[in-house]
């Protein structure tokens, strides 16, 4: 077996209709662009790849709106919700086991909270019959409610153990990512946690890639088109749209870890209603059907929103908005399904044009002998 038909069997689980970027060339330009992720923090420094790793975590929590919503047709508005339960337990077990085991546990066990946060909510939503604008009514009032919650647990009465709530102050102390045992532990902060943000954020991409392309992956798809023909060719919808949706709080809630790690703190505005909508504009703004364009969205996005508050202009907020309605306006698809449509029919018209000048050329060449 030659090289290139390794390298293309390695893609084939990797590519289908459900996603952007099926060619030799696709994974190329990705394999120079992971190239050029890694050795950022060579050269800009572990203050500023540190910084840079905020982005990337969010990149995580989109995609767990872009799998939700993109490819299964539910909106919601509380992504943030399972990040939120996450980052807070992890920051409850983290405080009262203070250790390297500790750290280690508070990963599985803060993620499993997000997940059942979001199968619990899921499964009374769904096999409920809760449809269409009513799930996203509901996601929205359960981000205001634990807002509203969070907000006011600032009383001593408000501890777990040695962790205390916080209310509007927060949860400091949280400590960093660590994994091993004894002296072969490593604790993740600067370069490391961004390489460690990246790595999961790199694998969250490519086995949703798998999985869209799939035969679960047609499911979802199906859903978000036609339910009721769907249901009538023997799927359970309700099921469908339980495990999706219980897989996008999985992301959040990793996506949660992350965060609480990376500012080693968190507090009450995970849950804010501004928070509960950056996803959306991510996720609509790079394609809502495109797991590359949720990612690449939330990447330039919120370095944009960065700049901004770094001049000290109040404006970015604002800027965003116009971005999200400009999009919802002119480009409704999204801005990387509409790069990858225009770009594919230029190829496309140029191969065309350049197969006749070969014809021609060819017929020229016939008459001339």
Do not use: C
């Amino acid at each position: 077996m030659s090289a290139i038909d390794a390298f293309d069997r390695l893609r084939d689980p990797l590519e289908g209709p459900n996603t952007i970027g099926n060619s030799r060339g696709f994974w190329i330009g990705f394999a120079v662009a992971l190239g050029a992720a890694v050795v950022y923090p060579l050269i800009v420094g572990s203050y500023q790849a540190g910084n840079t790793a905020l982005f990337l975590l969010y990149g995580v929590l989109a995609l767990s709106l872009s799998i939700v919503w993109g490819y299964t047709g539910v909106l919601s508005f509380g992504q943030v919700v399972f990040l939120g339960f996450a980052g807070y337990t992890f920051g409850i077990v983290t405080l009262n086991v203070d250790s390297t085991l500790g750290i280690m546990a508070a990963i599985p066990i803060a993620v499993a909270i997000a997940t059942l946060v979001a199968f619990l909510l899921g499964y009374f939503m769904f096999y409920g019959r809760v449809t269409g604008v009513f799930v996203t009514i509901i996601t929205l009032v359960s981000t205001i409610v634990m807002a509203t919650f969070m907000a006011q647990t600032a009383g001593s009465e408000w501890a777990i153990g040695d962790a205390a709530l916080g209310g509007f102050n927060g949860m400091p102390g949280i400590p960093n990512i660590a994994l091993g045992i004894g002296e072969a532990a490593m604790s993740f902060s600067g370069e490391t946690f961004y390489w460690l943000v990246l790595a999961v954020l790199v694998a969250s991409y490519l086995g949703l890639r798998i999985l869209v392309n799939g035969r679960f992956g047609y499911a979802m798809v199906g859903v978000r088109e036609d339910e009721d023909r769907v249901e009538m060719l023997g799927y359970d919808v309700r099921r469908v749209k339980l495990a999706v949706f219980t897989l996008g709080g999985a992301l959040a809630g990793l996506s949660g870890v992350l965060y609480a790690s990376w500012g080693n703190y968190i507090d009450p505005s995970v849950f804010s209603l501004a928070f509960a909508t950056f996803p959306v504009v991510w996720v609509t703004v790079g394609g809502r059907e495109s797991l590359l364009g949720a990612v690449l969205a939330t990447v330039a996005i919120e370095w944009f929103r960065q700049q901004l508050a770094i001049t000290g202009s109040e404006y970015a907020l604002v800027v965003v908005g116009l971005l999200l309605l400009g999009v919802v306006l002119f480009l409704p698809e999204g801005i990387v399904p509409y790069v990858h449509r225009k770009g594919v029919a230029f190829v496309e018209t140029h191969g065309e044009a350049s197969d006749e000048i070969d014809d021609a050329t060819a017929g020229a060449r016939e008459e001339v002998q």
